[in-house]
């Protein structure tokens, strides 16, 4: 294991929630585990992969994306440290649809699917810990997809603005919030064109509806 990652940062992951620190020792001494550093602008898996291991962020940031045959891309999600993806790979082996890009330096750990699965199932304690946190784990990434979805149903880039800015609020639980994503990532992430979207912020901020000072927002009541 990578000197920079500890079994103690393991153990704290959703993954292993309900996990003892000797019960995570155990575990990967049993399945073996592989750390692997990415730098920034490295992708962890590109669209068209096989991907045999369960992945956890660490520390860094990666973005869930997708290119088109000209290298336009959408962001589909951020992953920050602790976040577990390729998950629903381990049900059904598939390529990959979507690249993971890596956009601060990170350190990821991974899991093999088939030496995972052979050694877990030997202890029923383990098992059942293990595949409910990977149950929860997946349908909070499917919610965060719906998320997504229901931002790209919008009509107007006005309602993909503003559906984008209410789900961010409702995150932090304030009407003031910081944005992960910097301008250009945030046109990705809506599907929209960087200066079009930047003028429509503008617009919203002169009528009153929000005000911002970089990543910071603040929804203002009508």
Do not use: W
Request: aromatic share 8%.
């Amino acid at each position: 294991m990578a000197n920079r990652v500890t079994t103690e940062e393991i153990a704290q992951t959703s993954l292993f929630k309900g996990f003892t620190l000797d019960q995570v020792k155990d575990l990967l001494s049993r399945t073996g585990v592989l750390v692997k550093h990415f730098n920034r602008n490295d992708y962890v898996y590109l669209a068209g992969d096989d991907i045999d291991n369960l992945c956890v962020v660490i520390n860094g940031k990666v973005q869930i994306v997708k290119e088109d045959i000209a290298g336009e891309k959408s962001i589909l999600g951020n992953l920050q440290p602790g976040d577990t993806f390729a998950e629903n790979n381990f049900a059904a082996r598939h390529h990959s649809i979507l690249s993971y890009l890596v956009v601060e330096d990170s350190d990821v750990f991974m899991l093999n699917f088939d030496r995972l699965t052979i050694k877990i199932i030997q202890d029923v304690e383990l098992y059942s810990k293990f595949f409910n946190n990977l149950l929860e784990i997946s349908g909070q990434n499917t919610a965060k997809l719906l998320a997504k979805v229901d931002i790209l149903g919008k009509r107007s880039l006005r309602g993909k603005v503003m559906a984008y800015l209410e789900q961010e609020s409702q995150l932090h639980n304030s009407p003031t919030f910081e944005l992960p994503f910097n301008r250009t990532d945030m046109a990705n992430y809506l599907d929209a064109d960087r200066s079009a979207m930047t003028r429509e912020l503008c617009r919203m901020r002169d009528e009153g509806l929000i005000k911002f000072e970089k990543n910071t927002f603040t929804l203002l009541k009508n």
